[in-house]
């Protein structure tokens, strides 16, 4: 056990059973009332914001997280099986904790993953994946980059909307966070 004194911004504290990360830590003394801590924390598994106001001396739990590189090998069921990248071990970790994101992993990617005592918390996958288009109505000719688009399908299955001069086989960047095409990737 800690004191609420000791926790600091981007902590994951284990409170009333559940796992929080500090978003907001701050100090206050208002007046001549007695200082507290005002915390902004962050459910974990929900994603549920939650305001409370630590005594000084009040005891906190910490979480032991351990936050690691992985690399994605296949999906198995709802979840993916990862592979740490220097003790080869494999965990599998629930598709969910990916978000819609998950939908761009593609076999061999790294991803990061948080556990806290073997069991996964957090998953987060690159900001930015290069995909090749399997499926898009061909161009034509004219066709310039204006701000049409039209739907196109990536090596994942996954659809996104991409501008009309990009064709099949192309290699394009997506925003994993929103599914936004970026660029068309040079080979």
């Known amino acids: 056990m800690a004191k609420a004194s000791d926790v600091k911004n981007g902590n994951i504290l284990r409170f009333n ?10 100090h206050r003394t208002p007046g001549n009332l007695r ?6 924390m962050r459910n974990v598994k929900t994603g549920k914001l939650v305001e409370y106001r630590f005594r000084t001396d009040e005891e906190v739990s910490i979480a032991r997280v351990e ?28 598709k969910a904790l990916f978000g819609p994101a998950v939908r761009f992993l593609k076999e061999g990617m ?23 288009i399997t499926y898009t109505e061909p161009a034509v000719k004219g066709d310039t ?18 501008p009309l001069f990009i064709n099949i086989g192309d290699k394009v960047k997506v925003d994993t966070a929103t599914g936004a095409y970026s660029e068309r990737v040079k080979s």
């Open 67 to 94: 936050t690691n590189d992985y690399q994605y090998l296949y999906e198995d069921g709802e979840s993916l099986v990862i592979m740490d990248n220097t003790t080869y071990e494999q965990h599998n970790v629930p």
């Open 145 to 162: 980059s204006t701000n049409a688009l039209k739907s196109a399908t990536v090596e994942t299955g996954a659809e996104i909307r991409v």
């Open 110 to 132: 790294n991803v990061i993953v948080a556990f806290e005592s073997e069991e996964p918390i957090m998953a987060q996958v690159p900001s930015s994946v290069e995909l090749e």
């Open 35 to 40: 200082a507290f801590y005002q915390a902004r």
């Open 17 to 26: 059973g559940e796992l929080l990360q500090v978003e907001e830590f701050l």
